[in-house]
């Protein structure tokens, strides 16, 4: 009996829609609303169920997901109902992607669609632009600071060049991935500004305050983003003459999600750019959405609901569209970003692996992969249908947000480990060749985080300056070796612009009053295509990295048991350099592949009997799956290269 109550509420709200939804073919439409509105409707009801105006809301919400039905292209419906029929899709090897700024990339958006060659040159079939929406002049947090949800930035280009993109892109079986920043507006927004002129409608869709007090409270528990740059999480608006949050920057206004409008507001523009052909929409810094007194105001259960309610209209409207969640949170936090059911992603499909990026730089920094292991051994298993995104890097700094609990179980002392990354990075050691940069240092807490290209972090910057031959070897190995994880771990490898040629740290930054102070601009490049074609020229770092690249997604592509179907198993072995672990086929058995890593500069040695059974070979022999050569095996011991790695099977 418990769906009555939506039931009649959804036909209320049919019976009173503007005929012009009736008109058109809207059957799919319908069929999806009806399976999805019971659920679209217990999350208004615990979010907003209090409120008088409740049925207005709701009304609201089916005309926009009605509007933008209509809206959505034809092709794009075609794929919707292709990708219901193939729902796992997403979870095949076959996806390799790249995350970019248009303008570092190429200039601006048809830049991107002049250089589409050369993702299909790599093997990259899955691109993430960077923010493209309005932004202020000077500072914009790199785009994250958006002034018009519904425009694109002039210095990129045009709607227009989007659509012609995105439509290049679909031809060539390359998908779309957006941006769409839900916790906060640029104070440049039509929002903020009605807000700073009085209008309490718009000062509702914020977080404001005539005084400190309740400020204070919230900053009592609430840490900070950028401790440097901006520190508290408050700003005095002048014009306003009100206090308003800004957890990010001062120019980043959060929005208030416990107004309804906002919510709606906001799941219109992802359906607008859904309907602007992006296959995944990449939601920032959604750990934020909810903000409750007494909390950090991360990772709180209503953030969780409002996500929950966003897929289910998604799925209504725009069901082959995907959601990123981009939290950077503990690993018991972020899978819940999957959503709570025990087999669907119910929220989003996609997360960031934050936690096995950042292990990774940990086993970068020791040349061991005990915490590694540790980390990988408490991951949370994922949900079935839902995938990580494997990175070694990206536009934003690295933090090294372990489990206390595992940096102890791997043997060290957390606070003190976490210094010894830190001071390892930015290169503090004499034998460190790392040229990192620190970002969000902040005095209160000891904390701190690390900007820098891989090249530069991995060291490639110092051997290159050093003219040193065999440090430049080792820093290809390392960048390779990063790579070989990421694409065989399961899930969506994403590669970061500029790494496939050993970019180095860009200090240019400094120099513009707008970017100076934040160091992440150090990593993310212009990218020099004389420099880039370099890739061509053998014997040169671009060379060694690019074509190894290439043909690493290649064989990627080929190897089924590399397809995310929580089909991985770690295998926990003597030698604390290596990290193994085993990839298989669920249904046939046998089907295996065993990844071996080494994180030290000198060879070591596995013993196989470690490994057990793991894809052992039928005829005394290993081949690794990558090189295509036979590794080297001594009575029952295997031998990994410094910095080497092999994807082995047995048949
Ligand atoms: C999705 C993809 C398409 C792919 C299909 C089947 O629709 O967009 O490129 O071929 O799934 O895997
Ligand atoms: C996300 C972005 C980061 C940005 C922040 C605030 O974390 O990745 O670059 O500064 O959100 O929008």
Redesign the pocket.
């Known amino acids: 009996m418990y769906e009555q109550i939506s039931h009649s509420l959804l036909n209320d709200i049919l019976n009173r829609i503007k005929p012009e939804f009736y008109e058109e073919d809207l059957r799919h439409f319908y069929t999806r609303l009806g399976a999805n509105f019971y659920a679209i409707h217990s999350l208004l009801m615990k979010l907003y169920g209090e409120r008088d105006d409740f049925e207005q809301h709701a009304q609201h919400l089916v005309e926009i997901m009605a509007r933008q039905y209509l809206n959505r292209p034809k092709a794009l419906k075609q794929?919707d109902l292709?990708?219901e029929k193939?729902y796992n899709?997403?979870l095949?090897q076959?996806w390799v992607g790249m995350a970019l700024y248009s303008n570092g990339f190429a200039d601006d958006l048809n830049g991107v669609t002049e250089h589409l060659n050369y993702f299909s040159e790599l093997g990259i079939n899955l691109v993430h632009i960077m923010p493209i929406m309005r932004c202020p002049e000077g500072h914009s947090d790199g785009g994250y600071a958006v002034s018009d949800f519904r425009e694109v930035d002039s210095r990129v280009g045009s709607l227009q060049d989007v659509q012609a993109l995105s439509s290049e892109m679909r031809q060539r079986?390359i998908?779309l991935a957006l941006d769409v920043v839900l916790n906060h507006t640029s104070n440049e927004h039509e929002w903020a500004q009605r807000a700073r002129s009085g209008d309490p409608v718009y000062q509702n869709y914020y977080y404001t305050f005539e005084n400190r007090t309740v400020p204070d409270m919230f900053e009592q528990s609430m840490p900070e983003i950028f401790p440097q740059t901006s520190p508290g999480n408050f700003t005095w608006d002048e014009e306003m003459g009100r206090w308003v949050m800004t957890v990010f920057n001062d120019y980043q206004w959060d929005l208030n999600y416990s107004n309804p409008a906002v919510l709606i507001e906001m799941l219109d523009v992802i359906l607008f750019w859904a309907n602007q052909g992006a296959?995944i929409l990449r939601l920032d810094a959604v750990a934020f959405l909810w903000k409750k007194l007494g909390s950090t105001c991360q990772n709180e259960r209503e953030a969780h609901l409002i996500l929950q309610l966003l897929k289910d209209c998604c799925q209504v409207t725009a069901p082959?569209t995907l959601f990123i969640a981009e939290a950077i949170v503990a690993p018991v936090e972020v899978i819940k970003y999957f959503g709570e059911d025990a087999v669907i992603a119910k929220e989003c499909e996609i997360a960031y692996n934050a936690t096995y990026m950042a292990l990774l730089w940990d086993a970068v920094a020791t040349k061991n992969a005990k915490l590694l292991n540790q980390g990988i051994k408490s991951l949370p298993v994922k949900l079935e249908r839902a995938t990580w995104l494997n990175y070694i890097r990206c536009h934003d700094d690295i933090g090294f947000g372990f489990d206390d609990s595992d940096i102890v179980q791997a043997g060290y002392e957390p606070y003190k480990h976490r210094r010894f990354l830190i001071d390892y990075f930015t290169g503090q050691f004499d034998d460190s060749h790392a040229r990192g940069v620190p970002f969000g240092e902040n005095d209160k807490t000891g904390d701190a985080r690390v900007s820098g290209s891989l090249a530069s972090l991995v060291g490639l910057q110092y051997a290159i300056y050093s003219g040193d031959q065999e440090a430049i070897e080792s820093a290809v190995k390392q960048i390779l070796l990063l790579h070989g994880m990421i694409l065989s771990f399961g899930g969506i490898p994403l590669l970061y612009y500029g790494d496939e040629i050993g970019t180095l740290n860009d200090d240019s930054y400094l120099d513009d009053p707008h970017k100076m102070d934040d160091s992440r601009w150090v990593h993310r490049p212009y990218i020099n295509w004389e420099k880039a074609a370099r890739r061509n020229e053998s014997g040169t770092p671009e060379y060694l990295i690019f074509s190894a690249l290439k043909r690493m997604i290649s064989v990627h592509k080929e190897i089924d048991v590399f397809a995310d179907f929580n089909n991985r198993e770690l295998i926990e072995v003597d030698n604390p350099h290596l990290f193994v672990f085993g990839r298989y086929n669920l249904h046939r058995q046998g089907e295996e592949v065993l990844v071996v890593a080494n994180f030290d500069a000198k060879p070591q040695q596995l013993n196989l009997e470690d490994v057990g059974t793991w894809a052992r070979p039928q005829y005394g022999q290993y081949i690794d799956l990558y090189s295509g050569q036979t590794p080297e095996v001594f009575k029952d011991t295997l031998v990994i290269p410094g910095f080497g790695f092999y994807w082995l099977s047995g048949t």
Do not use: C, T
Request: glycine share 8%; net charge negative; no cysteine.
């Open positions: 794929k292709e990708r193939d899709w997403f095949s076959k079986d998908l296959d082959g």
